[in-house]
């Protein structure tokens, strides 16, 4: 049956087998829409922490096979800045993993709308400011969430050949974050640099 066959195609996806592709692709093109993602949090954590079809996106990705990236690209150009964190999450691993430089303009205007970049924290000042504009002061969920949601997908960006060093400016602004654990993290996607 279709589900059986989706589901099996879902299983060697992700276990990096692209034998379902096609079956795949026609349930990703399927989802015109975006469904009910995941939005980063700090505790409180329970359940799953993505979608169906951010599932289904990492499967297309986990193939490695370049004829995954057209329904992923589709769904890129849905996303904004309002969209719920783990789709933003799924593309980039997704697109990341097939490292396809046809992704890379796509991940650059995507990264180019209002609210999607300039997340680094680089002084003290600036973590105070953003901090107290958002719901929780010095533990706020959304400068972390915006933060995260820029470095993974500049870095999807800069391992699929960057469009105009975009993804590679992003991840230098990330290595003078106050955050370490940003820091550390751009610093070792630069030095590994791209294929």
């Not at 279709?2 to 060697?12: E, G, K, Q």
């Not at 799924?90 to 995507?110: I, K």
Request: a positive charge; proline letters at 4%; charged letters at 25%.
């Amino acid at each position: 049956s279709d589900p059986d066959n989706l589901a099996y195609a879902h299983s060697l996806g992700i276990m990096g087998d692209a034998t379902g592709l096609p079956t795949l692709v026609a349930a990703v093109e399927a989802m015109r829409e975006w469904d009910k993602g995941w939005n980063f949090k700090a505790m409180g954590q329970f359940g799953s922490n993505m979608s169906r079809l951010d599932s289904l996106l990492l499967a297309l990705g986990s193939t490695r096979d370049r004829r995954a990236a057209a329904p992923i690209l589709a769904k890129v150009k849905l996303l904004d800045a309002n969209k719920d964190f783990s789709h933003h999450r799924a593309v980039a691993l997704a697109l990341e993993m097939l490292e396809d430089p046809a992704a890379a303009r796509p991940l650059a205007d995507l990264l180019a709308k209002p609210g999607m970049s300039g997340h680094a924290i680089q002084s003290v000042d600036e973590a105070k400011r953003r901090h107290a504009q958002s719901p929780g002061g010095l533990n706020a969920l959304k400068p972390r969430r915006e933060s995260l949601r820029e470095i993974m997908l500049a870095r999807a960006l800069f391992r699929c050949g960057d469009k105009n060093s975009i993804g590679k400016k992003i991840m230098m602004e990330y290595e003078k974050d106050l955050r370490g654990h940003f820091v550390r993290h751009a610093q070792a996607v630069l030095q590994a640099g791209t294929k």
